[in-house]
């Protein structure tokens, strides 16, 4: 079975740099095909994807948050990073890390974490 759990800050101030892990378990991040995301959801709106990490390493966002956005990841403990730089009340939202299998749809999400960002 596989689970994913997110972790970091749930208050961050504007300006500063969010950070979010997403811990896996019963699977490896490394495993080909799979591609880890990052996904949230504003309150009142729908779902936002915001980037992932190939099983390969490779990356890709989301145009609009390109320049803020970053995601790495740590193999020997099976997680995977968000960083969102620069943030605004605007990205205040729930979110979600999700396992994504090749070009379809997720299969495996994690519960889900709230980020406020707020003075």
């Known amino acids: 079975q596989v689970s994913l759990q997110e972790s970091g800050q749930g208050l961050v101030k504007p300006s500063q740099t969010l950070s979010l892990t997403c811990t896996v378990s019963?699977?490896?991040?490394?495993?080909?095909?799979?591609?880890w995301s990052w996904i949230r959801q504003p309150p009142g709106k729908g779902l936002e994807w915001i980037g992932l990490i190939a099983y390969s390493g490779d990356t890709y966002y989301r145009p609009p948050l390109k320049s803020r956005t970053s995601i790495s990841r740590d193999t020997s403990k099976n997680q995977f990073t968000l960083r969102l730089t620069s943030v605004t009340p605007e990205d205040t939202a729930a979110y979600y890390c999700?396992?994504?299998?090749?070009?379809?749809?997720?299969?495996?999400w994690g519960q889900g974490t709230q980020v406020t960002v707020s003075s």
């Open positions: 019963g699977d490896s991040i490394e495993n080909t095909g799979y591609f």
């Open positions: 999700a396992r994504r299998v090749g070009l379809g749809g997720y299969d495996y």
